[in-house]
């Protein structure tokens, strides 16, 4: 039972990048999904989220509208396709999964995560 994402790198600013959170051992059917950052010396930071119901997403205001959450339930895999990528932007990534799926945001009860993704965007 794992989550890993991949689809990290390093890229140049400007560039666009889509993560993936692939879901093995457990459907994301009756997950919600968030996407989480955290830099060095910083806190963890939410991103993104998604419920069940696909058109329920939400964004943090850091991100504007350059980043865009997705899923896939026949893939069991979960997406953050992130445009414009900034030096700013650069963090591992991570996706976690909270039960009740309808929940949305960044609160408490994402307690599946998966070991990251490494975004590093240089100037």
């Known amino acids: 039972v794992q989550l890993v994402e991949s689809g990290g790198g390093l890229v140049q600013s400007g560039a666009s990048l889509r993560l993936s959170c692939v879901a093995s051992g457990f459907t994301l059917d009756y997950y919600a999904i968030g996407w989480f950052r955290q830099a060095p010396g910083k806190g963890r930071e939410g991103v993104s989220c998604?419920?069940?119901?696909?058109?329920?997403?939400c964004y943090a205001d850091s991100v504007e509208d350059r980043f865009t959450i997705s899923r896939e339930h026949a893939k069991n895999t979960g997406y953050l396709k992130i445009n414009s990528l900034k030096p700013e932007d650069s963090a591992f990534h991570y996706c976690?999964?909270?039960?009740?799926?309808?929940?949305?945001?960044w609160g408490a009860g994402y307690a599946r995560w998966g070991q990251g993704t490494q975004v590093t965007v240089s100037s």
């Open positions: 998604i419920t069940v119901q696909e058109g329920v997403t």
């Open positions: 976690a999964t909270r039960y009740p799926g309808d929940l949305t945001g």
